[in-house]
């Protein structure tokens, strides 16, 4: 991606971003590496872009550049709405399992926090209860 921007083939995250039909912060995820690229990226990737190899990218196979772009007619094309929409899902899919990964153990973690809690105020109650009979013994003895 970022061969791609230093040699114009796109100027920025954004324009790269708008031409697949994804979000901008979902491309700098795959950039930075945050996010895995997945295959329906890379496809949207060439779709946006023919000159682009696939098989390249994704596999290894060939040169990154073809001489001749596949289906320019396609890439020519605004992407239909649909088609977009379900990127984005797909994108937001992707994002809402990343942050379950991330919140499964915080939120096991919270549980537990939560249970020392409520017993730290059962052990507070305790020794209020037991304080309050303390005093009402000192009281009755000053008597």
Same mark, same amino acid.
């Given at each position: ?8 083939? *796109?100027?920025? #995250? ?21 996010? #895995?690229?997945?295959?329906? *990226?890379?496809?949207? /990737? ?6 682009? #190899? ?8 060939? !040169?990154?550049? /073809? ?17 977009? *929409?379900?990127?984005? +899902? %797909? ?6 399992? #990343?942050?379950?990964? &991330?919140?499964?153990? +915080? ?7 939560? @249970? @020392?809690?409520?017993? !730290? ?5 305790? &020794? ?8 009402? %013994?000192?009281?009755?003895? @000053?008597?």
């Amino acid at each position: 991606m970022d061969w791609l921007k230093n040699n114009r083939i *796109f100027p920025s #995250n954004r324009v790269i971003a708008e031409k697949m039909g994804y979000n901008p912060s979902v491309v700098s995820q795959v950039i930075t590496g945050k996010s #895995n690229v997945s295959e329906r *990226f890379v496809r949207s /990737l060439c779709t946006a872009y023919p000159s682009l #190899n696939y098989d390249w990218i994704w596999g290894g196979q060939g !040169q990154m550049m /073809l001489d001749t772009p596949r289906r320019e007619k396609e890439a020519a094309e605004p992407m239909p709405q649909l088609d977009r *929409f379900s990127f984005i +899902l %797909a994108d937001m899919a992707e994002i809402i399992k #990343n942050m379950t990964v &991330l919140t499964g153990p +915080l939120a096991a973690r919270v549980e537990s926090l939560e @249970k @020392k809690v409520g017993e !730290q105020a059962c052990e507070i109650e305790r &020794l209020r209860s037991e304080l309050d009979g303390i005093k009402k %013994a000192a009281t009755s003895r @000053k008597k």
